[in-house]
């Protein structure tokens, strides 16, 4: 059975940092890319970073870019998302998901979330100014 799940999630004032985490089971975790989403209130699906297992490319949406920092341990079968200098508008509701090819961190098509396979509960994040 596939299982992805966050951790990490809560409240920080703006400009504060959360480290946000996904364990994932179920699959070669070396074999996929591991994306981070976001959802708030009323609004779509934002894909946020992508991390690929396959060969480390890495993916930042220009709204987090220089703020905030994936990796992974393929040891642990673990993704990090590093999320520092947060704002109010990163308030949202944070997923990560699985791709199956391992190469979607470089393609255009990498913040569509239907290109996702697996996806964990979320973990809610907060950022209060």
């Known amino acids: 059975e596939v299982q992805l799940v966050e951790s990490g999630g809560g409240l920080v004032q703006a400009g504060g940092s959360l480290r946000l985490s996904c364990v994932a089971s179920?699959?070669?975790?070396?074999?996929?890319?591991i994306g981070w989403f976001r959802q708030a209130p009323g609004k779509e699906r934002e894909a946020v970073s992508c991390i690929s297992n396959v060969d480390g490319t890495t993916y930042h949406a220009d709204s987090v870019k220089g703020r905030f920092t994936i990796s992974n341990d393929n040891a642990k079968n673990t993704v990090l998302l590093q999320m520092n200098s947060l704002k109010p508008e990163d308030t949202a509701v944070y997923y990560c998901?699985?791709?199956?090819?391992?190469?979607?961190?470089?393609?255009?098509?990498?913040?569509?979330?239907?290109?996702?396979?697996?996806w964990g509960q979320g973990a809610q994040v907060t950022v209060s100014s």
């Open positions: 998901a699985s791709e199956s090819t391992g190469l979607i961190c470089e393609s255009p098509v990498v913040a569509q979330p239907e290109q996702y396979d697996f």
């Open positions: 179920g699959f070669t975790f070396g074999d996929v890319a």
